[in-house]
């Protein structure tokens, strides 16, 4: 079993549809939780950040982690065509340093 | 303030060639690391820095070596190719746990 699952889709919504992705993780350990976004052929770049469970808000974009499921999960609203990309979920631990594990990402596309 | 950089962008090699895979980072990171991506696989570490002269084994480390040359440069050498070191290699750097910075990557092939 990998540490991180993530549904690999592709994952095809209309323009201005609620988008939501999700990551389960079997590390009770981990502590800090991320999301990437990653257009073709590029590098992934970071979306939100959270410390230990809770929900945070940036802009479309929600962030929600429920240590006690060991699930994670991206919202976004109004979703746009520019949001095309393939979203990683990534995750690490205190003990790990600063070692991180990543989700195999979820392609996402937005038709206008 | 270029961020993460990566040299070459694209390289072709047969096998048994070796190279090495430039990365510098101008954020004055203290941890840096070096990742593949395959397919399917997600991001697979295969070896990092977490400061400026000591590097650890990741989760791949079979088939490549590294140096941590400077705060600002972390090269990834591939001794001898085999074809199944083909894929898309990215340097990223770091200060908070977490927090990476990823370069633009690298697509090796190897024939």
């Known amino acids: 079993q990998k540490e991180v699952e993530q549904d690999p889709g592709p994952l095809s919504v209309p323009e201005g549809a609620i988008v939501s992705l999700n990551c389960t993780y079997s590390?009770?350990?981990?502590?800090?939780f991320m999301w990437y976004r990653q257009y073709s052929r590029k590098g992934p770049e970071l979306l939100m950040y959270?410390?230990?469970?809770g929900n945070k808000e940036d802009g479309r974009f929600t962030a929600q982690v429920d240590k006690s499921s060991k699930y994670i999960s991206l919202f976004i609203r109004d979703s746009q065509p520019s949001d095309s990309a393939t979203y990683l979920c990534a995750m690490g631990g205190d003990t790990g340093g600063f070692k991180t594990i990543f989700g195999a990402g979820t392609r996402l596309f937005v038709k206008a | 303030n270029a961020g993460v950089t990566q040299t070459p962008k694209f390289q072709v090699l047969k096998t048994g060639q070796s190279m090495t895979l430039q990365c510098a980072q101008d954020m004055n990171h203290n941890s840096m690391y070096w990742y593949r991506q395959d397919p399917g696989m997600g991001l697979r570490l295969i070896y990092y820095?977490?400061?400026?002269?000591?590097?650890d084994k990741g989760e791949v480390p079979n088939g490549y070596n590294v140096s941590r040359l400077n705060k600002r440069e972390f090269s990834l050498r591939l001794e001898s190719a085999a074809p199944s070191q083909t894929s898309v290699y990215f340097c990223?750097?770091?200060?908070?746990?977490?927090?990476?910075?990823f370069g633009p990557g690298t697509r090796l092939t190897v024939l």
């Open positions: 820095s977490a400061s400026e002269g000591t590097t």
């Open positions: 990223a750097s770091s200060e908070v746990a977490g927090t990476q910075y």
């Open positions: 959270t410390y230990s469970s």
């Open positions: 590390n009770s350990a981990f502590q800090y």
